[in-house]
C-alpha cells in the first residue's frame, strides 16, 4: 500500500484531532485526587519501628550494674548458665 501526500495529511489531522481531545480531557480530570489507605497493621508496625528506635541498643543499667560488680569483686560467673545457653544457642532455641 503506497501512500501519498494527502493520505499524510490526513493522518496527521486524525492524529492531532486525538491528541486534542485527550488534552481537553486530562485537563477536566485534573480536579481527580488520587488516595491511599495505609491499614491498621503497617500504622502499629511504623509504630513499633518508632519506640524500637528510641529503646538504646546497650542497656546501660545494666552494664553500670555489671561494671560494679565486677569492680567490687562480687561478680559471680556461673558456668552451668553459661554452657545451657550455649547449648542453647546452637540448638536454636534461643
Given amino acids: 500500500m503506497k ?3 494527502t493520505q499524510l495529511d490526513k493522518i ?3 492524529y492531532q ?3 486534542n481531545e485527550f488534552g481537553k480531557k486530562a485537563k477536566n480530570n485534573k480536579t481527580r ?3 491511599i489507605n495505609i491499614s491498621n497493621k503497617a500504622k502499629e508496625i511504623k509504630e513499633l519501628r518508632k519506640k524500637l528506635e528510641e529503646v538504646d541498643e546497650i542497656r546501660e543499667n545494666k552494664v553500670k ?3 560494679t560488680a565486677i569492680d567490687d569483686g562480687e561478680y559471680e ?3 552451668e548458665q553459661i554452657a545451657d545457653k ?3 544457642q546452637i540448638d ?3
Fill in 17 to 19: 484531532k486525538q491528541i
Fill in 3 to 5: 501512500v501519498n501526500h
Fill in 33 to 35: 485526587n488520587d488516595k
Fill in 86 to 88: 550455649i547449648l542453647k
Fill in 77 to 79: 560467673v556461673k558456668p
Fill in 12 to 14: 496527521q489531522k486524525i
Fill in 65 to 67: 550494674e555489671i561494671k
Fill in 92 to 94: 536454636g532455641q534461643e
